[in-house]
């Protein structure tokens, strides 16, 4: 899922960083960093996990202008895949930060994404 979740952002053209940590400093815009927490959401009699809840949280960052078109290309390709979305943001100092929350739980069978 993980690497699923880079080749998504790394899709959407006008993100110009694309990280798992957050850099000592920004020097390019936008940028996003995400990380991704898992659980089992369901295990067979045999203990093993079938099913599994994933929560992917990406943070944009931008120094000027707008993260709305960036937002919204990231959830409309998220949802498409299956994922539900939060979305919050913050204005740090003169830089506009987007945090967007997708959940969702895999079927490690068939891939596909549901709701719980």
């Known amino acids: 899922m993980k690497s699923q ?6 899709s959407v053209t006008e993100i110009k960083q694309v990280s798992t940590t957050y850099p000592d400093q920004f020097v390019v815009y936008p940028a996003a960093v995400y990380y991704a927490q898992h659980k089992a959401y369901f295990r067979d009699n045999h203990m093993q996990e079938l099913q599994t809840e994933w929560t992917i949280t990406v943070d944009l960052f931008i120094d000027q202008g707008s993260l709305t078109s960036i937002t919204n290309q990231l959830i409309s390709l998220f949802s498409d895949m299956g994922f539900s979305n939060d979305v919050g943001d913050d204005n740090l100092a003169g830089i506009t930060r987007c945090v967007l929350r997708f959940t969702g739980v895999v079927d490690n069978q068939t891939l596909r994404v549901f709701q719980k």
């Open 5 to 10: 979740v880079f080749k998504t952002l790394k």
